[in-house]
């Protein structure tokens, strides 16, 4: 079955310094690849995809993710961390008419 | 203002009952999606449908139940044959061809 494994269940970050969030798939071909964001209680909302071409994508809130074939990872990162970044972050890829979610990374932010 | 609805936000529900909850969409995709999310464990797919009429079973569909009868609204039963009902829900609906799904604001479900 086609799966995600996102290694790291919790990180802590101080506001302002980077941050990035690991992210590995199962192999499958052409894997289309996503990251979304949960803040508490709510809804997920996509920050960025991955499609095919360039392997390093822009998305919103000024997240970015590298598609990294030969380490079938997908790792989502931030320059500067606020502390609105504080959330769970899920990734997922896509398995036949579906996705395949990560358990997830929460992110906490500290002053 | 396109998007995902889901209502209501929070619902409470004894044992032993069954209980609807309502997905609805207004951006005219085809797939509609519901997930079941606990802490710690990511989300699991409960039943997706692709079309109008037409649903599968995902991979934790024991004790749910749906229907598709229009293209904008998918709800889900939650009847009592399932056994841990208490958890958050979560309806998406996307596009078969690109796979993005896009999420409503979900519905906390309490069975005491």
């Known amino acids: 079955a086609q799966s995600v494994t996102q290694p790291d269940i919790h990180i802590t970050v101080s506001e302002g310094a980077s941050l990035e969030l690991r992210c590995n798939y199962s192999y499958g071909a052409t894997p289309y690849l996503f990251w979304y964001v949960q803040s508490p209680g709510q809804g997920l909302q996509l920050l960025l995809k991955?499609?095919?071409?360039?392997?390093l994508v822009q998305g919103i809130k000024g997240f970015e993710a590298e598609f990294k074939r030969s380490q079938s990872s997908f790792n989502l990162r931030k320059p500067s961390v606020h502390w609105s970044d504080a959330a769970e972050y899920f990734c997922a890829r896509s398995n036949d008419y579906k996705l395949s979610f990560g358990a997830g990374t929460t992110v906490t932010v500290r002053a | 203002d396109g998007g995902i609805t889901q209502s209501p936000k929070y619902l409470f529900r004894k044992e032993g009952q069954n209980v609807t909850l309502s997905c609805e969409q207004n951006?005219?995709?085809?797939?509609m999606y519901w997930y079941r999310q606990d802490p710690g464990q990511g989300l699991r797919l409960i039943y997706y449908s692709q079309i109008v009429n037409d649903f599968q079973k995902g991979d934790i569909a024991e004790g749910y139940s749906v229907s598709r009868e229009k293209k904008e609204s998918f709800p889900l039963t939650v009847t009592s044959a399932q056994k841990n009902p208490t958890a958050f829900y979560l309806c998406?609906?996307?596009?078969?061809?690109?796979?993005?799904?896009?999420f409503g604001p979900g519905t906390r479900l309490t069975v005491t």
């Open positions: 998406a609906s996307g596009r078969d061809e690109t796979y993005e799904q896009y």
């Open positions: 951006l005219n995709h085809d797939a």
């Open positions: 991955y499609f095919s071409g360039d392997t």
